[in-house]
């Protein structure tokens, strides 16, 4: 596993271009985050419950809340900060090695990610004294 702290982590203002046909908001790879975007994927219609509970390997990300807001707890096993993403032009980037949950979704948001790699379930770590143990 990569070994990152919550310093790695940052939110980003998305470039956001605007006339009197309103706003569009635009993310490239290797421009304006630091990977080649391999795949997409958002949460929706999430009710009163938490995600993620994992950290992952390899996988960086850029989350971006479309509609709606979520707070993002990313944790590197000594520290935790919580990121709240409600603004459709702020992105979390989230390196990979770092373990995060998600809480607290408002009714009606979408989570979109950005992610550096196809879906792979061995990228994934989803027991927290494992992930403590990795890094230690
Ligand atoms: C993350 C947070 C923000 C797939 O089959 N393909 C995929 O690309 C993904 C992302 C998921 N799945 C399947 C695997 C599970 O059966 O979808 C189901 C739900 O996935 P998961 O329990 O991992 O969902 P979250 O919300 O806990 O985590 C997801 C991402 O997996 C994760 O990378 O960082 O969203």
């Known amino acids: 596993m990569k070994h990152s702290t919550i310093h790695d982590c940052h939110l980003m203002d998305i470039r956001k271009y605007s006339d009197n046909r309103g706003y569009l908001s635009v993310v490239e790879g290797q421009t ?78 979408v989570l979109l990610c950005l992610a550096s790699e196809p879906y792979n379930p061995d990228d994934y770590i989803r027991d927290y004294n494992e992930f403590v143990n990795n890094i230690h």
Do not use: C
């Open 32 to 109: 304006d985050i630091p990977f080649d975007i391999k795949r997409i994927y958002y949460l929706y219609m999430v009710p009163e419950v938490a995600r993620g509970a994992h950290a992952h390997k390899q996988l960086q990300q850029l989350l971006i809340a479309t509609s709606g807001s979520v707070d993002v707890i990313v944790d590197d096993g000594t520290n935790k900060q919580t990121f709240h993403l409600d603004r459709p032009w702020k992105g979390l980037y989230i390196p990979a090695g770092l373990w995060r949950d998600l809480e607290n979704f408002s009714g009606g948001t």
